[in-house]
């Protein structure tokens, strides 16, 4: 089993200072995320839960208050809970979820996600990691594998459509510079169905050889407990769940830009 490596903050001499330099160490390197034990967030009152989660993500970056294409929300913090029945978006639905990059349908998608788990799953709900490199030498061994690579780094397709409010919809590849990647199958199938243009040939074959990637490859497995918080880079990985079915499971996300880990240089998406 592939575990994610585990930083236990209390074990850290140096305060928040410390914590910074070893998960900027830890984020640098595949599988680009960690386990981050003893923050002490849920012993924060629960008025002030909220502020001291957004202070720590700060730590790293630029703190997102977007979930919108344009827009500023004024909220830092979102609550992951399964409370929307039959959602046809993945934070909400409950059970598992494919493998995605958060906010595939933004220009620029936040580098960094912070999970932080308030109330595990009963039974499974494990976080599953996917580094792109690991899914690109996959690929790249498969028949037609090659050419499949090529066009999933090709600029055309599309993503977005009725989660962005107004619908909008924006061109770019999936993978892009040295292990970039944006994708989230949903958001490919909106946009198309906004737009009216579909996926050609080519494209959804390869579609196809990068979903068929994520069934073959093992992942980065994280079974996280209350009081843990799962760092990742959203734009080197991508990121799903196993599957449950406790509607008690809360966590909160936290989103941020990092301009000294970003790899959002090397993207050329584009609104349509």
């Known amino acids: 089993m592939n575990d994610l490596a585990l930083i236990d903050m209390r074990l850290l001499p140096g305060g928040r ?8 160490d830890a984020l640098r390197i595949a599988p680009y995320g960690c386990v981050l034990r ?13 502020s001291w989660v957004k202070e720590l993500t700060e730590l790293m970056g630029s703190v997102s208050d977007s979930n919108r294409f344009d827009e500023r929300s004024g909220v830092f913090v979102d609550e992951v809970a399964p409370v929307e029945p039959a959602s046809k978006d993945v934070t909400f639905a409950l059970g598992a979820c494919e493998a995605h990059s958060d906010e595939s349908s933004k220009i620029q998608p936040e580098d960094i996600v912070f999970l932080w788990c308030v109330r595990p799953a009963e039974h499974g709900g494990e976080s599953l990691l996917w580094p792109v490199e690991e899914l690109v030498e996959d690929i790249s061994v498969q028949p037609g594998g090659t050419e499949a690579l090529e066009t999933l780094r090709g600029p055309d397709f599309l993503f977005g459509g009725r989660l962005r409010n107004p619908p909008r919809v924006l061109r770019g590849p999936v993978l892009f510079g040295t292990n970039g990647i944006r994708f989230r199958l949903g958001s ?5 169905d906004v737009s009216g243009m579909p996926m050609s040939d080519a494209q959804a074959t390869a579609v196809g050889q990068l979903t068929a990637a994520v069934r073959r490859v093992r992942p980065y497995r994280a079974a996280l407990d209350a009081g843990d918080v ?26 941020c830009f990092s301009p000294d880990l970003s790899n959002s240089d090397e993207d050329s998406a584009g609104w349509l």
């Open 17 to 24: 200072r410390a914590v910074r330099e070893v998960l900027s």
């Open 38 to 50: 003893g923050s002490g967030f849920l012993d924060v009152p629960g008025a002030q839960r909220t």
């Open 188 to 192: 490919l199938l909106d946009a198309q």
């Open 230 to 255: 799962l760092v990742f880079m959203n734009r080197k990985t991508l990121h799903a769940r196993s599957d449950f079915t406790d509607r008690d499971r809360l966590l909160l996300r936290t989103r």
